[in-house]
């Protein structure tokens, strides 16, 4: 390409190995992993416990302790979407790759999916190196109930509707 514009423009593009021809069926298909839906509700708990206790903290007065937990919390998830958009998304995309319908309805959940992970992220950003003033602490709380729903609508409708798509090729 760039050397269609250099001609273009008048310049001689310099000499360059020919690429290798991309050939179709070389990359390797995902694999199916047995023990991937388990491996991911388990995190899906370990979230859920992790997030109940940041907001234990507090009604326990520990301010302080929040964006320790938090990060903390943002490590475990980014591990786990990581995993989920690795292993349990493109497996199942490969899957459907024939099934045009099917393939655009997954890439629109693991668009929604990604939003909603984007919504926690950011939550833990804003408040990760917070000190929590009086007006810091009403925004929190109100924050954590919001982002709560968000994390739970996003495990069940993951465990609900996408990981039953998760079936040996």
Same mark, same amino acid.
Not at 34 to 55: N, P, Q, W
Not at 102 to 126: C, P, Q, Y
Not at 133 to 148: H, I, N, P
């Given at each position: 390409m760039?050397?269609?514009?250099?001609?273009? *423009?008048?310049?001689? $593009?310099? +000499?360059? $190995?020919?690429?290798?021809?991309?050939?179709?069926?070389? +990359?390797?298909?995902?694999? /199916?992993?047995?023990?991937?839906?388990?491996?991911?509700?388990?995190?899906?708990?370990?979230?859920?416990? *992790?997030?109940?206790? &940041?907001?234990?903290?507090?009604?326990?007065?520990?301010?302080?302790?929040?964006?320790?937990?938090?990060? $903390?919390?943002?490590?475990?998830?980014?591990?786990?979407?990581? $995993?989920? @958009?690795v292993?349990? /998304? @493109?497996?199942?995309?490969?899957?459907?790759?024939?099934? #045009?319908?099917?393939?655009?309805?997954?890439? #629109?959940?693991?668009?929604? *999916? @990604?939003t %909603?992970?984007?919504?926690? &992220?950011?939550?833990?950003?804003? /408040?990760?190196?917070?000190?929590?003033?009086?007006?810091?602490?009403? #925004?929190?709380?109100?924050?954590?109930?919001?982002?709560? +729903?968000?994390?739970?609508?996003? %495990?069940?409708?993951?465990?609900? #509707?996408? /990981?039953?798509?998760?079936?040996?090729?």
């Amino acid at each position: 390409m760039l050397g269609l514009l250099r001609r273009l *423009m008048g310049r001689d $593009a310099p +000499a360059q $190995a020919a690429p290798a021809p991309l050939t179709h069926g070389t +990359a390797q298909a995902p694999r /199916y992993d047995s023990a991937l839906v388990e491996s991911l509700k388990r995190d899906h708990g370990e979230l859920v416990k *992790m997030y109940t206790e &940041i907001g234990r903290l507090p009604e326990r007065g520990r301010w302080n302790d929040i964006p320790a937990q938090l990060v $903390a919390f943002k490590s475990r998830l980014e591990a786990h979407l990581l $995993a989920e @958009n690795v292993r349990f /998304y @493109n497996y199942v995309e490969y899957t459907l790759r024939d099934d #045009s319908e099917d393939l655009m309805l997954i890439r #629109s959940f693991r668009r929604e *999916m @990604n939003t %909603i992970a984007r919504g926690v &992220i950011d939550f833990v950003k804003k /408040y990760q190196h917070g000190v929590f003033d009086e007006r810091a602490r009403k #925004s929190f709380l109100e924050d954590y109930q919001g982002v709560g +729903a968000l994390l739970t609508q996003r %495990i069940e409708r993951e465990e609900g #509707s996408l /990981y039953p798509l998760y079936q040996p090729g």
